[in-house]
């Protein structure tokens, strides 16, 4: 089958997501949380379909391929746990066996997807070498989980059908090790990605921050759920659900912004897009602790009223524009000095021309601002001759 052929046949890849999701929440009692199960069914299925997508555009692009695996594997390991759970019916013990030994080491795709983004390849004999370091990795811990004698660590009530009882104590420590690799090979994908990002230009260079967006969406999902497991419990309630869209929204970030990268779709736009995201998560930050700050505040000087809420909703309502503007000019001066540099000369062009009367000069200015702020090999201005 050639690799076109495979392109046009990948769509099966979410058909089968979606197969197994539907099959998986057949078997949720009334009342499971079906709501949390449905989100994490749609990130599975936003793997599968950008993959889909990739693949369909670029069939021999490996990342695609990639995450079309982990969308329809999340999928079917999901449904297999949970079949497995139902100790007795027929075929539970296989579906519990395969679910304890797929789960953990897949995590492993996160590796590949971070040293083959975005062209497919790897980029270098080093990253070769943590790629098959990481899935010897996957494979070491498969097979010891595979053949761990006693209760299966998905499902303790089932026990393990293949375990090896005479290397039973050797394979519980490889199983409880093998992570160890696992985050080496995270932490040098990682750094490999870093590294790259310094080097490259152009394209592939807007690729990458797209990578770069995702992962702090990730980082930031992360920490709002650390923030949600301290303050309320996520287990009750619709904290269960504010948790899990949390979650997936970090989730689902990933292949959102590979696909964006891969299919160069708006891909000069991430820069806006960045800038705006550093920009309005700094305010919601600042604006929201000081509205905390100003509601206390008043609360222990005049106590719980509505009139120290609402006056407190006004002065960060007030403070909205100033800060905003503050926020801005210091990620533009951290961030993105050059174009700092180039709207402060502008500005100051603009106020040496209301003020300038001396065409030579002026064209000195027009010269030396052109020079600073797009930098090109060479300036030349020419004039009318009545101008002159």
């Not at 695609?64 to 019916?89: D, H, I, P």
């Not at 997936?248 to 806006?272: E, N, S, W």
């Not at 305010?283 to 005049?302: E, H, M, R």
């Amino acid at each position: 089958m050639t690799w076109e052929r495979a392109g046009r046949l990948v769509w099966i890849a979410p058909v089968l997501a979606v197969a197994f999701s539907a099959a998986f929440l057949t078997l949720l009692a009334p009342g499971d949380a079906e709501g949390v199960e449905v989100l994490f069914l749609l990130t599975f299925l936003a793997y599968a379909t950008v993959g889909a997508l990739i693949v369909f555009r670029h069939p021999r692009h490996t990342v695609g391929w990639l995450f079309c695996v982990v969308g329809v594997a999340s999928a079917a390991t999901e449904l297999l746990y949970t079949y497995g759970g139902r100790t007795g019916e027929p075929g539970a013990t296989a579906a519990a066996w395969v679910s304890a030994w797929s789960a953990e080491p897949s995590s492993v795709a996160i590796v590949l997807l971070l040293l083959l983004f975005p062209t497919g390849r790897y980029s270098s004999p080093s990253s070769r070498l943590v790629g098959r370091a990481a899935l010897g990795t996957a494979l070491v811990w498969a097979l010891a989980l595979a053949l761990d004698p006693g209760p299966l660590r998905s499902t303790e009530a089932t026990a393990n059908p293949l375990g090896i009882e005479a290397a039973g104590s050797v394979l519980d420590v490889i199983a409880d090790l093998s992570v160890i690799p696992f985050l080496c090979c995270l932490a040098a994908a990682v750094i490999g990605v870093v590294v790259r990002l310094r080097r490259l230009r152009g394209e592939e260079r807007q690729q990458l921050k797209w990578l770069v967006l995702a992962a702090g969406v990730m980082l930031a999902a992360l920490v709002i759920e650390l923030g949600l497991l301290v303050a309320v419990d996520t287990d009750r309630g619709a904290w269960d659900f504010v948790s899990a869209l949390v979650i997936c929204t970090g989730l689902a970030a990933f292949p959102v912004a590979a696909g964006m990268a891969i299919l160069r779709h708006r891909l000069y736009d991430i820069d806006v897009v960045i800038n705006r995201a550093l920009v309005y998560g700094a305010l919601t930050a600042s604006l929201g602790g000081t509205y905390l700050a100003v509601v206390l505040l008043a609360g222990l000087a005049v106590g719980e009223s509505d009139l120290a809420i609402a006056a407190s909703t006004l002065a960060v309502a007030a403070l909205f524009r100033p800060v905003r503007a503050r926020i801005q000019a210091a990620v533009d001066r951290r961030f993105y000095r050059r174009r700092y540099d180039a709207a402060l000369t502008l500005q100051a062009f603009g106020a040496r021309l209301r003020d300038e009367l001396d065409l030579e000069a002026l064209g000195d200015d027009l010269r030396g601002a052109a020079r600073e702020t797009v930098q090109p090999a060479h300036v030349s201005l020419w004039l009318r001759g009545e101008l002159r």
